[in-house]
């Protein structure tokens, strides 16, 4: 099932995440003097910030290919234009600091994106808008997490730059989502039980009839022998 | 000597009321669906709703003044496990979106879908809404038979994809027919709350659906 599948990539997300987080626990309290050189923490990010603008620009390649809806299309070529943008930046910022970036994004991101386009029609624009949202969220935390605890003036840089970007596709992610109409919660119906009024009311009424049976029996009885 | 009444009265009374009662059971017998009820519980309105939601004071950027109020300035990750410790109830939480304005909820009546367009457990505003199917056709019933069981007051744990545990305390239970279910629950601005839905009322076999929601409104300790 692709929704299976989702959650084990959503897991497998989620332990990089932690990983990722836990990296950035363990970075030492940079110096002023240090300040300069990206630490610990600004080279996770920087990582993981270059490889989630490889798989937003893929995303939106894809919504432009498959997608039924021109909204989610926009939504796609928003996604290609800004974090091409971004990542340039990044990219230049890393060459200046030599950090090494990844050429593609992580398997789990294609992997995440082959189970989305999965989905055919109508289906693939619901699991697209959820596939992102779930991505952006976990880019803005961990670039709040690189605001909070990273240390080289030009990587807090591109993070504040990051931001306003991804919660701006984050509100765009949420609005093309449209309204919830209705909650369809059940399909078996075997939490439900009937009422035993029914079956009361029918074993009371056999229960009078039969007494009133042996009442007329035993009535005509003594009747014969009077 | 005075003679016993030998009419039929009482065997005609008896008989009549037995008539009665048979009629009545049989009548009503296929009237009667199965049904999930429980009572309303909570002393607060389950729709608490605040039309200014809290927007961010100063940004860094300089630039998120300009976003749309109903962004939380503090996100969360995605929640990833729902823990009931009262119902002993832990199950995992997956993103989904919509089908034909419906909650597309996971097939497995043990796995909850969280609405992936609005609030997540953790963001400083709006509904984080957790649902699930009561039961299911072909997997029996379900985690969030748990709803019909709980009591305000009691904890709910999110842990969500970066590690963080968000904390809840049950605030109400309510029980809606499904075309009144309010807008508000899906509220993504607003105070921080945690909204649990699943299906409640008569459970139609021609169908398949219940006719009403059962929604259960938590809000976060601390």
Redesign the interface.
């Known amino acids: 099932?692709p929704?299976a599948r989702?959650?084990r990539l959503?897991?497998a997300?989620?332990l990089l995440?932690?990983a990722v987080?836990g990296l950035a626990g363990l970075a030492p309290a940079a110096s002023a003097s240090a300040a300069a050189t990206p630490d610990s923490a600004d080279r996770t990010w920087m990582i993981a910030a270059h490889q989630g603008n490889l798989a937003e620009i893929a995303a939106g390649r894809s919504a432009l290919q498959r997608s039924p809806s021109g909204e989610v299309r926009r939504i796609g070529q928003m996604f290609i234009t800004d974090h091409s943008r971004l990542d340039s930046q990044l990219t230049a910022v890393a060459q200046q600091l030599a950090v090494t970036l990844p050429s593609a994004p992580s398997p789990a991101q294609r992997e995440e994106l082959a189970v989305v386009e999965s989905h055919p029609g109508?289906?693939y624009?619901?699991?697209w808008?959820?596939?992102q949202?779930?991505a952006h969220?976990?880019t803005?935390?961990a670039t709040?997490q690189e605001?909070s605890t990273g240390t080289a003036p030009s990587v807090l840089a591109l993070a504040?730059?990051t931001?306003?970007v991804v919660?701006?596709h984050?509100?765009e992610?949420?609005n093309?989502?449209?309204?919830?109409?209705?909650?369809?919660?059940?399909?078996?119906?075997?939490?439900?039980?009937?009422?035993s009024?029914?079956?009361?009311?029918?074993?009371?009424?056999?229960?009078?009839?039969?007494?009133?049976?042996v009442?007329?029996v035993i009535?005509r009885r003594?009747?014969a022998v009077? | 000597m005075a003679r016993?009444p030998?009419g039929?009265g009482?065997?005609?009374?008896?008989?009549v009321?037995?008539?009665?009662?048979?009629?009545?059971?049989?009548a009503?017998?296929p009237l009667?669906?199965?049904?999930?009820q429980v009572p309303d519980l909570g002393s607060e309105p389950a729709v608490p709703v605040s039309p200014a939601p809290p927007g961010p004071s100063s940004?860094?950027?300089g630039?998120?003044s300009a976003?749309?109020a109903?962004?939380p300035w503090?996100?969360?990750?995605?929640p990833?496990l729902l823990d009931l410790p009262t119902q002993r109830v832990r199950a995992?939480v997956?993103?989904?979106?919509?089908?034909s304005?419906?909650?597309?909820?996971?097939?497995d009546?043990h796995?909850v879908g969280w609405?992936?367009?609005?609030a997540?457990p953790g963001d400083s505003s709006g509904s984080a809404?957790l649902?699930?199917?009561?039961?299911?056709?072909?997997?029996?019933?379900?985690v969030?038979?748990a709803l019909?069981r709980v009591l305000p007051g009691d904890p709910m744990m999110i842990a969500d994809?970066?590690?963080d545990v968000h904390r809840y305390s049950v605030d109400s239970r309510r029980t809606y027919a499904?075309a009144d279910?309010p807008?508000a629950l899906?509220a993504?601005s607003g105070p921080p709350r945690l909204v649990l839905?699943?299906?409640a009322g008569?459970?139609d076999?021609r169908t398949?659906?219940?006719d009403s929601?059962l929604v259960v409104v938590a809000r976060p300790d601390g």
């Open positions: 099932m929704r989702l959650a959503t897991l997300t989620t995440t932690l987080s109508s289906a624009d619901s699991a808008l959820a596939a949202t779930v969220r976990a803005l935390v709040q605001l504040r730059a931001t306003p919660q701006k984050l509100i992610l949420q093309a989502a449209g309204s919830v109409r209705s909650v369809k919660g059940g399909t078996g119906g075997q939490a439900a039980t009937a009422s009024a029914p079956v009361l009311l029918s074993t009371v009424g056999a229960l009078l009839i039969l007494a009133a049976g009442l007329g009535r003594r009747g009077a | 016993r030998t039929p009482p065997t005609i009374g008896l008989a009321a037995g008539l009665a009662c048979l009629g009545a059971g049989l009503l017998g009667q669906q199965p049904r999930v940004s860094p950027s630039t998120a976003l749309p109903s962004l503090t996100v969360a990750a995605s990833r995992h997956v993103p989904i979106g919509l089908q304005g419906s909650l597309d909820l996971p097939d009546p796995v609405w992936a367009a609005g997540a809404v649902a699930a199917h009561l039961d299911s056709a072909s997997r029996g019933i379900g969030l038979t019909t994809a970066a590690g499904k279910l807008d899906f993504r839905i699943t299906c008569h459970f076999a398949g659906h219940y929601n």
